[in-house]
């Protein structure tokens, strides 16, 4: 059992200098072996987690956009592992065609270039990129802690990060290939930067800021929230005039060049998944309940409470006394950035959207129970009160997020991808899987992960069988009937057809009743071949997904495919037999 100094050593203590020769070694060691240690125990929580939650036995469904980021990583990868590097659009487009669900460009590059280093050096295997999620929600922890034990001590910095690892939102998000995870830490970083320019004024922080801001937002388009950060943390300081100042203007000058080609080239394909095309107000009377209520959400309910102490005694009394402090400003003024974002812009209604600022809900939560630790240990010092309140806090904290996470668990479309690509007479046959988009995408990404790539041609129904926005409106079925729609299939040919039907009734697309009726009424050329069951989100389906095998097609030539990109890309997609 670990002896209360050493536990001391580990999470109390501060170096108040810096040691020099033989000492200072030795305190480097101590504070690189600190590092290992806490880091490591994040790392093994996370882990743990998301082991109990089923991130590594569950396919990747945990949301409708999980396949689209990791087969985007996976694109990214194999361009950069290829010879030609001159013709990244040529490469991209062709990759589409065989593996319709490459999403860059709706997003920006970071993620994904992270991403594929990370499957260069390891492995693009699912387990694989869980762990690097896992790497990511374990730096998220250790920055929070490294901070709350700069403001406080290290023990509530440890329970702080710690805290972080159960919450609904980012237990969820760390068991997914999403970008949430990356975003928040960049935000974080930027708001950290921030805090030291408004201290100091000095320029190369509002370099650093401007980098990080920059780095967000090249990583998802949401964290072009952090453009109200600074003028929201100057209202609060009281701070007007450094508006004038020229090092103020670094940090957007930065962000500006760093971001605005790649912003300006995808605006229509930004556009294109928005709920509507343009700030409306429809959308933000909607909104701002929905985001209020799914802020209050982001955290568990004891933490709201020593989030708003730690508001009052930190920032509301300071700013009546005229007193305010930098950091408190700009992390009170995260969370109103995010929210004054997604009030106004439509991107949907999502609570992931939030999770930028959790971080800065954690600081603040750190803060009032901080309040209430030194006002109880004043009271009973004999108790050693604040090991023990922290303590309990944090157990309350882990207990009540666990009855709120939902585990992922989604499984079938892998071992219909495993089937059909070890069947030799299949090796130049194209697939149709018709579901929904998660489903849709999840078999794509299995297809991807155990072929050698370029490999199949895999066309989703509901891009080739009908059209819409990214986000489903605007939907038209391309066939008035089953005959036009057999036609196009045996034109191409379409030699192996997957009718996911363990799609609910009511979430089912129009074109999916479609191709289920052209197969049935030209029941001559289609033979079932395969059945298999499929988990979907818990949910057990008895033969799910169905697959028919073209007669004959094995023999038949490919002719040229074309996939209408007109709404994302502004152009056709051609892709020749052989490609």
């Avoid at 260069?120 to 990129?129: D, K, P």
């Amino acid at each position: 059992m670990m002896h209360r100094s050493h536990f001391k050593t580990l999470f109390l203590t501060k170096v108040r200098s810096r040691p020099r020769g033989e000492a200072g070694v030795r305190s480097y060691i101590s504070a690189l072996l600190r590092f290992l240690f806490i880091f490591c125990l994040y790392l093994a929580f996370v882990i743990a987690f998301q082991w109990i939650g089923g991130a590594y036995s569950s396919e990747l469904g945990g949301h409708p956009d999980e396949p689209s980021h990791y087969v985007t990583g996976l694109m990214v990868r194999d361009y950069l592992e290829s010879s030609d590097w001159q013709h990244p659009g040529k490469f991209a487009a062709e990759f589409y065609a065989h593996y319709p669900k490459v999403a860059i460009g709706h997003w920006p590059p970071l993620f994904y270039s992270i991403e594929a280093i990370w499957m260069l050096l390891f492995s693009s295997s699912r387990a694989s990129v869980m762990i690097m999620m896992a790497l990511l929600t374990s730096a998220l922890a250790y920055i929070i802690q490294i901070t709350a034990s700069k403001y406080f001590d290290r023990t509530l910095g440890f329970a702080c990060g710690l805290s972080i690892i159960p919450l609904p939102l980012i237990h969820a998000f760390s068991k997914m290939v999403m970008t949430e995870i990356l975003v928040s830490i960049l935000v974080f970083c930027a708001a950290l930067s921030l805090i030291r320019f408004l201290e100091t004024q000095k320029w190369h922080f509002s370099l650093i800021f401007g980098f990080s801001a920059a780095l967000a937002i090249l990583s998802k388009g949401t964290a072009v929230a952090l453009a109200l950060l600074p003028l929201i943390a100057l209202i609060l300081m009281r701070k007007y005039r450094m508006i004038k100042s020229i090092s103020f203007w670094i940090a957007p000058i930065v962000v500006i060049l760093l971001c605005a080609p790649f912003y300006i080239s995808t605006l229509q394909m930004v556009q294109n998944g928005w709920v509507y095309s343009t700030p409306d107000i429809h959308f933000t009377l909607r909104a701002i309940p929905y985001y209020f209520h799914a802020l209050f959400h982001c955290v568990v309910p004891v933490s709201a409470i020593f989030i708003l102490i730690g508001l009052f005694y930190y920032l509301f009394i300071p700013y009546v006394k005229n007193r305010t402090e930098a950091r408190w400003c700009v992390l009170a003024a995260l969370p109103v950035s995010v929210l004054l974002f997604h009030f106004f812009i439509p991107c949907g209604f999502e609570r992931r959207h939030l999770i930028v600022a959790i971080p800065a809900l954690m600081i603040l939560m750190a803060a009032g129970i901080n309040v209430i630790v030194n006002k109880l240990n004043k009271i009973f010092p004999w108790l050693f009160a604040k090991t023990t309140i922290i303590v309990i806090i944090l157990g309350i904290t882990v207990l009540s997020s666990i009855p709120n996470w939902q585990r992922k668990s989604w499984d079938g479309f892998g071992r219909a991808a495993q089937e059909l690509l070890s069947l030799p007479q299949f090796a130049n046959s194209i697939f149709l899987i018709s579901s929904d988009p998660t489903g849709e995408g999840i078999f794509i990404s299995e297809v991807a992960m155990r072929e050698i790539r370029p490999g199949h041609i895999v066309l989703r129904g509901s891009k080739v069988l009908s059209q819409s926005k990214w986000g489903g409106a605007n939907h038209r079925v391309l066939f008035d009937n089953p005959a036009q729609l057999m036609e196009f299939l045996d034109s191409q040919p379409v030699g192996l057809v997957l009718l996911d039907n363990s799609v609910p009734v009511e979430d089912q697309l129009p074109e999916h009743e479609l191709l289920s009726s052209t197969i049935a009424g030209f029941s001559d050329k289609w033979e079932r071949i395969f059945s298999f069951n499929v988990i979907r989100n818990s949910a057990f389906s008895q033969g799910g997904i169905v697959v028919y095998r073209l007669r004959g097609h094995e023999q038949r030539p490919i002719r040229p495919i074309v996939i209408d990109m007109e709404k994302m890309l502004g152009r056709k997609i051609v892709l020749s037999p052989g490609s």
